[in-house]
């Protein structure tokens, strides 16, 4: 692992550079206190000291829609694969969005790889960021997510007055070398970077999961948990927020469209969620998950349990986004995986 | 001696329902009536209880064609009761709605509406194998519009974003340069349009009435300013019931209003007739190239003020849009101190002034109801204007009757279902 | 605990898309009840599927959309494959609306088969309740096509009235066929129906097996699975011979959408076919 | 062989009937794909001889129901189009009042000339094949329903709430900007218009299958509102509904 710094003045010049060369997208303020990825036209609308972002920068590895196959009807019908990747520089990413990126990676490359989201991932960079200011929902402490070691280009620390940049790959290298003013860390400023990478783990001290993480599969197995989540299913609105806005989720619909000509058209996927009413519902009426208490416990074993047993890691990297995004506040792990633990004793 | 019995069952290209009745016998003109037939949805009677927030948005479902116009007097209405105070950048946002509307509604009724009968078509769908290339350019400038106001309000039908004090959400400057840009294209679109209107021939009939519109010595009123009438002079918004005095009729579920005379004629060739000196340059030349000069007393002209008037919102839009560029875009988002009241507020809009009034509880809940539209303004002047024609009309064939009365109609661009909706309300 | 041997993947790889159907024409269709058609398809060259019994195809109408439907014409038939399909919805009412000569698209085919080599030698006791017929007569005629490899052949096929049999031809030989013992039974009989009346439950009494050696399999509505599992255990039939096939949402065969879970399983990759061992402790499952 | 297709429409503000018209030059393929041959607002020349039929509006006298009784006769699929005629919509915010008394206070004493009955969508009086909800519908809604009939496909309305629209559009949740959503509960399809312009939904395409409505009231109360105002949202659009009792 090679170790850059970068003077604070340097940097945005860097990124100006890197957005005359290709596109990019990072992370901005969209109303006071709410923060997005969206694409950037100049250095000065980056901002790298927020809690976190209402939507993953997944939206830009699994579209929100995303074409898959374009048919034509009629007498010469045909279809083909639409593959669609373009460079593209994400700015910004917290460690915790970049163990989410990651695990995407894994999951769609395992069994039938999906070259789709292969294509698109391909030539993404990411200059990731760690946490500045830990977002009151997050639990990355608990989730082992609020450190990354892999999975970007470029990992800015802000260590004062400059950054030290960690170089995940050869493509991040090559990407300051072209288009940065940077010179090699000294051993004191890596120093002062693992001491501030250090403190950000404290900084979540105070939001934890009391049971350990490799004991969380145990607290959903069987039917642990049925008072709970029949407690929860009364208030629970089935809206899918917690799906969508959680940066390790990518279950989705397949449909498709045609032109009014009944000639050209797609098929599509987009984002569907584990929670909504029609998820598991066939053509003959038959809802093989009807229960809303069964849909909150199903999405809780996909984030503590049945990934974990799968790739040995959790489902969940503790960003908090589906705890702030659920109106009646029934869908923060943190308080539930606590809750099971309890209840369990 | 001739029979002529006519009964046009809900007169088509327009928007409500209205039905035309002649029964003539033996030369004499038994009956000669303009009919309102829609049915009646109570407007005022389920706005009263609601919110101040929600007015403008019920308010807007009295009419889909005019619902900016709508929204926007109702805002206006609700801010004079409770005492709200807007920036100059919401009126100037507010301007921009008011003229995209006019710009999309002119565009609609002309082209759609009345032009098929200037060259004798059903509708505008024959057209599009007849004249495509007319089609495509009325689509073209209604696209700009529609896009337009989509841009400032969120939407054009049922607007989304305007709202007491100010707007839920502002456009960015690229979507309003970009909308800019079109409309300095669209200038060849507007002058293809007069350069067809001079080729129509419009139906030569005059009746001398009164006009009534918004004035306003800033601009050519649309958004704010006071009633003027070519009878009466200037009042004050506040006192708009003096000049709309309305009254029942059997024949029509909608009411009808008089003024000096015993009806008067609201919309864009009263506006003209009003206020021609402050259009833009344009729209001024646009009028002398379609012999349109102030006052013109044939209501069959109403059509070509409306392309006078589109003229004049593709100028007006360009100058208000480099005013608010200028002066750059503020989140504005004021605290609203409720406080009980009454306010009225008016705006002119496609089819003429109109006119809403609450009264407000110390809750900012709506208690009383009050709106008064153009088309309802216009039915007795449309009544008067029948009975004025049909004598010299007499001696031609029984289809050219019915088709001239159906234009006159159509000329008016009447909104039925908006003159039912809302129905004065004396305080009973 | 170490992450399991995740390594930062190189996506130089360049493969057609798990998505992409292969275009396939139908060359027969048959109408074998009021709900329920036949398509014979081909694809395209005659090449094979190369399916097992039990395994599925997701079928492609441009324009409407993708429906899993089972292989019901067993491997050992050669040239072309069998789908049975009822109309239910969009896909599958598009699809009753198409003749011999139309165009379809084919995936798959996906899933896992009935465990056949397992089952060489034994006694198979096939229970098929309605649409459940569909993928068990892949099994049945894989079964009588190679009939020396197994042991007793005993098929159930319930239906709710006799107009409702699918694939009355074959039923017709099975009747009479010495390679099986055949019992059937309709919920509502009509004149014509002399046989048992009464749900495939009522079946299970009427024949003995040596429950070490019989495998069964059971394929039908979701509601038909409790009680007929049960009549197997009843029998004594273990866990492990007792073989169903599942029906879930499924919107993309290739165990990425996440619509067929059960539980931690995903139906399309680790089934349809299971073994009851593998899904008794699965609430979701039954 | 275009099939046939009219346009009718009942207590409405033809705002729907408008947003066809502004499909602009899309509408030129839908004329490509159908025949229109009957649509008061925009066309003379009309014919009874049609196969679908587009009702906007709802049904608030007794007149009304004959002539939709007709076009049910007529039409082989029948589409209701727009709120008022899928759920009721703003008509029906008169249904809380007491008949008489609105009538008195719009009419004076002139009110008996004007008969009316509490306002009702279209699926009240006839059988409804298909739905386009909205006030006013979505463009691409009415293209996607023409096309799905074309093509012999069960037109779909999603039956996942608002919510879903909103959050894949990264909006920010309009509670927390102090207004009062119904979204939750609301049938998406719109792209969730109004939280996008960072104003509430009022509810306007009906609520979706399995409403936790209770749950949406809580959340109403439990972001200022009493519970009178709570279900005093849902009598905007919703007011035919039980939920708005
Ligand atoms: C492994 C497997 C094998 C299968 N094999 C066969 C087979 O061999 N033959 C066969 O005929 N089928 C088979 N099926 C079932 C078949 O896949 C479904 O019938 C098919 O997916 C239906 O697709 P469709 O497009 O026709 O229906 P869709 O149009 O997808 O039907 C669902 C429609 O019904 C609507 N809907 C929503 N709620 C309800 C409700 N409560 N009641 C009814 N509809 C509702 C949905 O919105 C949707 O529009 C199999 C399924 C699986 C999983
Ligand atoms: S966000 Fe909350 S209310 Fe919505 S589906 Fe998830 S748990 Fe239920
Ligand atoms: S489950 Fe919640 S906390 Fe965990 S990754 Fe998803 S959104 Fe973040
Ligand atoms: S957001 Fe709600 S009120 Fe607005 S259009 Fe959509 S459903 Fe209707």
Known sequence: MSFFTIDKKNFPPFLDNVIKAMDVVGVKEKIPGKFEYAPLEDSSELCLDYDVTILPPKKYLLPTRESLVKFTRGENTGCEAVFDGKPLAIVGVHPYDIKAISQLDRIFADQNPDEHYAKRRKDKIIIGSDVKRPYRFAFCGSMKSALVEYGYDLLLTDIGDRYVLAVGTKKGAELLAAHAEYRAATEEEISRRSAIRKSIVASYNENTVLAAYEELPELLAGEAGKGLFDELAEKCLSCGSCNLVCPTCYCFDVRDEVSLNLVEGERFRKWDGCLLDGFALVATGENFREDRADRIKHRLSRKGRYIYEKYGEHGCVGCGRCASACLPDIANPVEIFNRLKEGVR | MRNININVEHVTRLEGHGNIVVNVKEGRIEECMWKVVEAPRFFEAFVRGRSYLEVSHLTSRICGICSIGHTLASLKATEAALGVEISEQTKLLRRILIQGENLQSHVLHAYFLVAPDLVGAPSVFPLVATHPEVVLRALRMKKLANDLCDIFGGRTVHPITPTVGGFTKLPGTGEIKAIRQRLVEAIPDLEATVALFKTLTIPQFERETEYIALTSDEEYALYDGDIASTDAGVTKVANYRSVTNEYLVPQSTAKYTRNKRDSYFVGALARFNLNHRQLSPLAKTVAEELGLKAPCHNPFFNTVAQVVEAAHAAEELIRLIDDLLSRGLRRENGEIKLRAGTGAGAVDVPRGILFHEYTYDDQGICREANCIIPTNQNHANIQKDMEAFLPLLLDKPEEEIRLKLEMLVRAYDPCISCSTHLLDVKFV | MTTKGLVQRDFQRDEGSIYLPQLARIVRTEQLTAMEKLFEIQLSGARELGHQPGQFVEVSLFGIGEAPISISSSPTRKGSFELAVRAVGNVTRALHRLEAGATVGIRGPFGKGFPVEGMKGKDILFVAGGIGLVPLRSLINYVLDRREDFGRMIVFFGAKTPAEQLFSGELAKWRVSGDMEYLETVDRADESWRGNIGVITTLFPKITVNPMRTVAVIVGPPVMYRFAILEAQVKGIPYDQIIVSLERRMKCGVGKCGHCQMGDIYVCQEGPVFTYATIKDLKEAI | ?245
């Open chain 4, 1 to 245: 062989m275009k099939p046939k297709v009219a346009f009718f429409d009942f207590a409405s503000c033809e705002g729907c009937q408008l947003q066809i018209v502004n499909l602009e030059a899309e509408m030129l393929d839908v004329i490509g794909a159908v025949d229109i041959v009957q649509f008061r607002e925009a066309m003379t020349e009309s014919s009874d001889d049609y196969s679908i039929a587009f009702v906007e509006g709802s049904i608030t006298r007794e007149k009304d129901i004959p002539r939709l009784k007709k076009i049910r006769e007529q039409a082989a699929v029948l589409v209701a189009l727009g709120s008022c005629a899928t759920i009721g919509g703003v008509n029906c915010l008169k249904n809380f009042q007491p008949l008489e008394e609105v009538r008195r206070y719009v009419y004076g004493d002139r009110a008996h000339w004007y008969e009316t009955f509490a306002a009702r969508p279209i699926d009240s009086v006839v059988p409804v094949d298909f739905y386009i909800h909205g006030c006013p519908i979505n463009k691409e809604d009415f293209v996607k329903t023409v096309t799905e009939l074309l093509l012999g496909k069960t037109p779909e309305t999603p039956s996942y709430p608002v919510c879903v629209e909103c959050k894949l559009k990264g909006n920010v949740c309009v509670f927390e900007l102090g207004r009062f959503c119904l979204g939750p509960v609301t049938r998406a399809g719109c792209g969730s218009w109004c939280p996008t312009y960072q104003d509430n939904c009022t509810g306007c395409r009906g609520l979706i299958p399995h409403p936790n409505t209770d749950a949406e009231k809580e959340v109403l109360q439990k972001y200022g509102l009493t519970v009178e105002q709570a279900v005093g949202q849902f009598r905007v659009f919703l007011g035919y509904g039980e939920v708005a009792k």
